[in-house]
């Protein structure tokens, strides 16, 4: 009925996530927040973990990119769910280090790190540092000499694909700041060159093609075109790359006529293309390395905010003015992401209204949805957002020196904070 399996709606016509009333956690907690069904996040990461025993036999690792919702506690379920992490910053690395995440496991991104990331890297042993370009390359081989140690690392691919996404968020085509570029023959001067240096080890290359991709092809393609480059890796200079990653991408519902394939096609299907292509080139299967980020918490999550005003402008539209916005929210701004919203206390009602669902902030553009379809509302109703799992607590900001808001975990009847909403005092305690 809903975009998400996780959200339903119970007996006295109230929205649930993972079977707790909506209305209830927000009474519990205020609003606005953050609420995440923990189940529907365990229920994903073991899916793509079950696919790479079930197509690679095992031979592989799910890392979740975490950039699409970290904090201590995800950082802790993608360790009891047996997969690593990927980092794209020196903070999102101390987030896993701070809850003791085995760092042979951890993947680090990042088109600029910074020195002090990179000796951070060096220093807790990160299992692939997926490196961008030929100054980091450098440096980072530099660090790991001075400190007299080896580091792995992975070298980040543009293959040059075109995945049909939003453009602000197709990285793998050659137009892109992200990696080396194929084509221009950087990728492989950038190979033989870390393949002669002495404290990096070159594990494996790496690619991601977008985000939000519901078609398989450009996977499939993006994998054989890698494959390519290992062999031309192996004929000119002798050196087998033994693992490859695939970055993330995979598409999820966030309004009812999306319809995103499910994990296991994609796996089928590109692991059917590497598993072949791989014999038929005369290679190894190598180690397969997948980054899901939005498929793993993006349809687990939901904001809950209060109405505060209902603003009807005849012939033009009416504004519910919600008590959060574009600082937990800035997708619809950014990107026009389309959302499904409920008022979460009206679940049952037909939703009848034409409404733009606009934020507290002092912006014009701070909308949360234009011409959604929702319940008849009033001052006090709670309205939920679903689908915001993925890219929203992440992305939030202090605009307005508005707090951030709390993240909830629900599992089994019980809720529990993960993140407490920012105080005041908080706000503040930087400022001197
Ligand atoms: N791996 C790499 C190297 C990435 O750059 C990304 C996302 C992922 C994995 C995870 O991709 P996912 O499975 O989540 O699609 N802020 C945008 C999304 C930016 C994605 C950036 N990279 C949004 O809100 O839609």
Same mark, same amino acid.
């Given at each position: 009925m809903y975009v998400s399996d996780c959200i339903s709606a119970n007996e006295r016509g109230h929205l649930t996530i993972g079977s707790y009333d909506t209305v209830e956690l927000a009474k519990k907690y205020g609003t606005p927040l953050y609420a995440y069904d923990e189940n529907e996040i365990r229920k994903n990461l073991k899916e793509f973990k079950k696919s790479i025993d079930d197509e690679y036999g095992g031979n592989g690792l799910v890392v979740y990119a975490s950039k699409a919702f970290?904090?201590?506690?995800?950082?802790?379920?993608?360790?009891?769910?047996? /997969?690593g992490v990927d980092v794209v910053s020196g903070g999102e690395l101390y987030t896993a280090l701070? *809850?003791?995440?085995? +760092?042979?496991?951890?993947?680090?991104? @990042?088109?600029?790190? +910074?020195?002090?990331?990179?000796?951070?890297?060096?220093?807790?042993? /990160?299992?692939?540092?997926? *490196?961008d370009n030929l100054t980091e390359l450098e440096t980072l081989n530099t660090i790991a000499a001075e400190k007299g140690v080896k =580091?792995?690392?992975?070298?980040? !691919?543009?293959?040059?694909?075109?995945?049909?996404?939003?453009?602000?968020?197709?990285?793998?085509? !050659?137009?892109?700041?992200?990696?080396?570029?194929?084509? +221009?023959?950087?990728?492989?001067?950038?190979?033989?060159?870390? =393949?002669?240096?002495?404290?990096?080890?070159?594990?494996?290359?790496?690619?991601?093609? @977008?985000?939000? =991709?519901?078609d398989l092809d450009p996977f499939e393609l993006a994998a054989t075109v890698m494959l390519d480059l290992f062999k031309?890796?192996?004929?000119?200079?002798?050196?087998?790359?033994?693992?490859?990653?695939?970055?993330?991408?995979f598409g999820i519902k966030y309004l009812k006529s999306d319809r995103p394939r499910a994990f296991s096609?994609?796996?089928?299907?590109?692991s059917a293309a590497v598993n072949s292509y791989s014999k038929d080139l005369g290679l190894e299967c190598p180690f397969i390395l997948i980054e899901p980020g939005r498929s793993v918490v993006g349809a687990a999550? !939901?904001?809950?905010?209060?109405? @505060?005003? /209902?603003?009807?402008?005849?012939? *033009?539209?009416?504004?519910?003015?919600?008590d959060g916005g574009m600082g937990d929210n800035p997708r619809y701004a950014l990107y026009q992401s389309a959302y499904e919203v409920i008022c979460a206390n009206k679940a049952g009602d037909k939703r009848e209204w034409t409404v733009t669902v606009a934020g507290k902030c002092c912006e014009s553009g701070d909308l949360i949805q234009e011409w959604t379809r929702l319940q008849p509302v009033e001052p006090g109703? !709670?309205?939920?957002?679903?689908?915001? @799992?993925?890219?929203?607590?992440?992305?939030?900001?202090?605009?307005?020196? =508005?707090?951030?808001?709390? /993240?909830?975990?629900?599992?089994?009847?019980?809720?529990?904070e993960v993140i407490k909403r920012e105080t005041y005092d908080q706000l503040i305690e930087c400022d001197i």
């Open positions: 970290c904090c201590k506690e995800m950082m802790r379920v993608c360790m009891q769910e047996g /997969v701070s *809850v003791d995440f085995p +760092t042979e496991n951890i993947v680090f991104h @990042g088109n600029n790190k +910074t020195y002090d990331e990179l000796v951070m890297a060096v220093e807790n042993n /990160v299992g692939r540092v997926i *490196v =580091i792995g690392i992975m070298l980040r !691919i543009k293959p040059g694909i075109d995945a049909h996404t939003h453009s602000f968020i197709k990285t793998g085509q !050659i137009d892109s700041k992200f990696g080396f570029a194929l084509e +221009t023959g950087e990728a492989l001067d950038a190979i033989k060159e870390a =393949i002669a240096m002495s404290n990096v080890e070159l594990r494996g290359l790496h690619c991601h093609i @977008g985000s939000q =991709i519901f031309q890796v192996k004929d000119e200079t002798g050196y087998e790359l033994k693992e490859l990653n695939l970055g993330g991408g096609d994609y796996m089928r299907k590109v999550g !939901i904001t809950l905010y209060t109405v @505060g005003c /209902v603003k009807d402008i005849p012939d *033009v539209r009416t504004y519910v003015s919600v109703d !709670i309205l939920a957002v679903l689908s915001t @799992g993925a890219y929203n607590y992440s992305m939030a900001s202090n605009y307005n020196r =508005i707090p951030r808001l709390p /993240v909830i975990f629900v599992k089994n009847g019980k809720a529990r």
